[in-house]
Structure formats: structure tokens, C-alpha cells
């Protein structure tokens, strides 16, 4: 490589819980750089969640949202290899920060795809069923646990 790493940029946390991983899930829902509109549709969907479930589980929804970050987060991934004239989905560990960022995602993503009546109460759904360790975030990482499962022969060719 010719060129050194960029630096990090040092994210600031978030006005109201004060998390930077808040700033960084807000980061990611954000779009055409709109970001007081991505946190008040983070902050609406917290509070849907805190009337529906945090009551229930006697726990503040941003631990809800917490955990259900951390059901989706995938251990394993699959990688496309060449060896010979052959490619072969190797399995390999995720580096922790892939892991954060592709946990946010999907559950960005899923929540797009929902029916509802607003970003805020989409993704104010996909936390809680992927609190409940349901929806179609955590079906994402449990198919690519089971990709990973399948292609376990190949991990000898991990690079």
C-alpha cells in the first residue's frame, strides 16, 4: 500500500443520551445530510419504544436498543476466495468495528423495508423485534451464521 491509513474521525456524542454510538446510528440513517431530521426520527422511534416495551421490561430503551444491536451483530462472515480455478465462501471472524457497522445497517435497512406509517415507527419496530431476537435483521444474521456453518470446511484457507 502506497498510501497511509486515513486518521479516525472522532465522533461526538449525541445531545441527548450523550453516546457516540447514538451519533453513529444516526450517521447511517441520515440521508442527503438531513441529520437533525435523522435524530428526531432516532429519538421518536426511542420514545415508541420506551411507551411499548421498556415499560414491560422495567429497562430504559436505550438499553433496548442496545441489546438488540448486539442480537443482530454477526460473529462470522463468508468471503469470496480463488484458489485454483475454484472460489470457495471462506468463513472468517469480523473485525469488531465491521461488526458495529453492519449490525447498524440492517437494522437501518429492515426498517426501511417495514410496513408502517413513518421512519420513526418502522424502526421503533425492527428495534423491538430485534430485541425479541425476531425480524428480518436477525433472520439476516442468522443466515449468515448458517452460511458460515455450511462453508466451515473451507476455513483452512482463510488469508
Given at each position: 500500500?502506497?498510501?497511509?491509513?486515513?486518521?479516525?474521525?472522532?465522533?461526538?456524542?449525541?445531545?441527548?443520551?450523550?453516546?457516540?454510538?447514538?451519533?453513529?446510528?444516526?450517521?447511517?440513517?441520515?440521508?442527503?445530510?438531513k441529520?437533525?431530521?435523522?435524530?428526531?426520527?432516532?429519538?421518536?422511534?426511542?420514545?415508541?419504544?420506551?411507551?411499548?416495551?421498556?415499560?414491560?421490561?422495567?429497562?430504559?430503551?436505550?438499553?433496548?436498543?442496545?441489546?438488540?444491536?448486539?442480537?443482530?451483530?454477526?460473529?462470522?462472515?463468508?468471503?469470496?476466495?480463488?484458489?485454483?480455478?475454484?472460489?470457495?465462501?471462506?468463513?472468517?471472524?469480523?473485525?469488531?468495528?465491521r461488526?458495529?457497522?453492519?449490525?447498524?445497517?440492517?437494522?437501518?435497512?429492515?426498517?426501511?423495508?417495514?410496513?408502517?406509517?413513518?421512519?420513526?415507527?418502522?424502526?421503533?419496530?425492527?428495534?423491538?423485534?430485534?430485541?425479541?431476537?425476531?425480524?428480518?435483521?436477525?433472520?439476516?444474521?442468522?443466515?449468515?451464521?448458517?452460511?458460515?456453518?455450511?462453508?466451515?470446511?473451507?476455513?483452512?484457507?482463510?488469508?
Open positions: 500500500m502506497r498510501k497511509s491509513k486515513p486518521k479516525k474521525r472522532i465522533l461526538l456524542p449525541d445531545p441527548k443520551f450523550n453516546d457516540t454510538l447514538v451519533t453513529r446510528f444516526v450517521n447511517d440513517l441520515m440521508r442527503d445530510g441529520k437533525s431530521i435523522a435524530f428526531r426520527i432516532f429519538y421518536d422511534a426511542i420514545d415508541i419504544v420506551e411507551e411499548k416495551l421498556a415499560k414491560k421490561e422495567e429497562k430504559p430503551a436505550l438499553e433496548i436498543w442496545k441489546q438488540a444491536l448486539i442480537n443482530i451483530t454477526p460473529d462470522v462472515e463468508v468471503k469470496s476466495r480463488r484458489v485454483g480455478g475454484a472460489t470457495f465462501q471462506v468463513p472468517t471472524e469480523i473485525n469488531p468495528n461488526k458495529r457497522s453492519l449490525s447498524v445497517k440492517n437494522m437501518i435497512l429492515y426498517s426501511r423495508k417495514r410496513s408502517g406509517k413513518g421512519m420513526a415507527e418502522k424502526l421503533a419496530s425492527e428495534i423491538m423485534s430485534a430485541y425479541k431476537q425476531e425480524g428480518a435483521a436477525y433472520k439476516k444474521k442468522e443466515e449468515i451464521h448458517r452460511m458460515a456453518e455450511a462453508n466451515r470446511a473451507f476455513a483452512h484457507f482463510r488469508f
